[in-house]
């Protein structure tokens, strides 16, 4: 079967004629039908030698939707036939955490030589993956496949990362989501689904403003020398209760810190490498409250897939074929993807 591969570290993967995978004992193969490519992709891809605990050469891809083709003797709970959706973060499965689906924080993931389909073993961008267990498929039932592969990070991060501030964004309140990409779009909608909170949208494009106007946002800013101010004014002066920064540079995290108001909340899911600085006096409000969430659970994933069946979120996608992968990871790279990129088998 065709199958995207890394084999060398800092270098663009590549097309390769692998042997199709038969599942034994637990195992399940799916067939797929879409994968998503995300700013992960490209850490993994860019990553030295030595950086991650991978052995190269793998598939890679980790949003992955599909068809279950074959089970193994052992495996239970799926049978052939059904669309799936893999749950991306893959634990030892023998914790605390990862027996109750929350495997994104697994108590040995330091220990793992692998974190899931694409991420140290094979992963979606191939014609056929195989899932270590049934626990790790939850079911889209007809969701089209390029809607529920990219719920399995861009989706499910979303949502555990509303859900970690959801207590707080009652009626009445506002949150501020920065970086309106793969994430962002559907941050926002799961905001306006599941909270009372007004939502303002932050980005350094124009096109991905209009994205967040079509998601829902209830105002979007370019990000300029007086966004903080401009933001307050939103609020009346007060500030926002919460802030989802979906960026992570020293840039985003200072405005954040700069629109929250006393007792906000700021979560930082965004990579960029920035630093916040904790000890410098009045840089932080009040009562602020830091989280950095990561992925998802699974029951959350079940959930993020029950609001995209019943409509209330959307993912907006552009979609490439397998063979096109090389040009999907260029526009992504130059920041030119809208919405998620989503690889389809040719």
């Known amino acids: 079967m065709r199958a995207l591969r890394l084999t060398a570290w800092g270098a663009p993967p590549a097309p390769a004629e692998v042997e199709r995978p038969a599942p034994r004992g637990a195992e399940v193969l799916v067939r797929v039908e879409a994968t998503g490519l995300c700013h992960s992709d490209l850490h993994v891809m860019g990553a030295v030698p030595g950086a991650l605990p991978y052995r190269l050469p793998f598939t890679l891809g980790h949003e992955v939707a599909g068809r279950i083709a074959a089970l193994g003797s052992d495996a239970g709970g799926v049978r052939a036939g059904d669309r799936v959706v893999l749950y991306g973060p893959w634990g030892c499965g023998a914790c605390d955490r990862c027996a109750t689906g929350?495997?994104?924080?697994?108590?040995?993931?330091?220990?793992?030589?692998?974190?899931?389909?694409?991420?140290?073993?094979?992963?979606?961008?191939?014609?056929?993956?195989?899932?270590?267990?049934?626990?790790?498929?939850?079911?889209?039932?007809?969701?089209?496949?390029?809607?529920?592969?990219?719920?399995?990070?861009?989706?499910?991060?979303?949502?555990?990362?509303?859900?970690?501030?959801?207590?707080?964004?009652?009626?009445?309140?506002?949150?501020?989501?920065?970086?309106?990409?793969?994430?962002?779009?559907?941050?926002?909608?799961?905001?306006?689904?599941?909270?009372?909170?007004?939502?303002?949208?932050?980005?350094?494009?124009?096109?991905?403003?209009?994205?967040?106007?079509?998601?829902?946002?209830?105002?979007?800013?370019?990000?300029?020398?007086?966004?903080?101010?401009?933001?307050?004014?939103?609020?009346?002066?007060?500030?926002?209760?919460?802030?989802?920064?979906?960026?992570?540079?020293?840039?985003?995290?200072?405005?954040?810190?700069?629109?929250?108001?006393?007792?906000?909340?700021?979560a930082v899911v965004g990579s960029g490498g920035g630093r916040l600085t904790v000890s410098k006096p009045g840089v932080l409000p009040p009562g602020f409250k830091l989280s950095l969430p990561f992925w998802g659970t699974r029951p959350e994933l079940a959930e993020v897939v029950a609001l995209a069946r019943s409509g209330a979120i959307h993912v907006e996608t552009e979609r490439f074929p397998l063979s096109a992968a090389p040009e999907a990871i260029d526009r992504l790279r130059r920041g030119r993807v809208r919405g998620r990129a989503v690889l389809v088998p040719d």
């Open 102 to 266: 929350r495997d994104n924080y697994c108590d040995r993931r330091d220990t793992l030589a692998w974190h899931g389909a694409g991420l140290g073993r094979d992963g979606g961008m191939a014609e056929y993956v195989l899932v270590p267990s049934a626990r790790q498929l939850v079911p889209i039932d007809d969701l089209p496949a390029d809607q529920a592969a990219p719920l399995s990070d861009a989706g499910l991060t979303s949502y555990h990362a509303v859900a970690g501030v959801r207590h707080a964004l009652g009626k009445g309140t506002t949150t501020a989501v920065i970086g309106v990409g793969g994430l962002g779009h559907l941050a926002v909608q799961i905001l306006r689904a599941t909270t009372g909170s007004r939502v303002l949208a932050v980005d350094v494009r124009e096109d991905a403003l209009a994205l967040a106007d079509r998601s829902g946002a209830d105002f979007g800013t370019l990000v300029r020398a007086d966004t903080a101010g401009v933001l307050r004014a939103r609020t009346g002066g007060a500030g926002v209760d919460a802030v989802l920064d979906f960026v992570g540079t020293t840039q985003t995290l200072e405005l954040a810190a700069g629109v929250l108001r006393p007792g906000g909340e700021l």
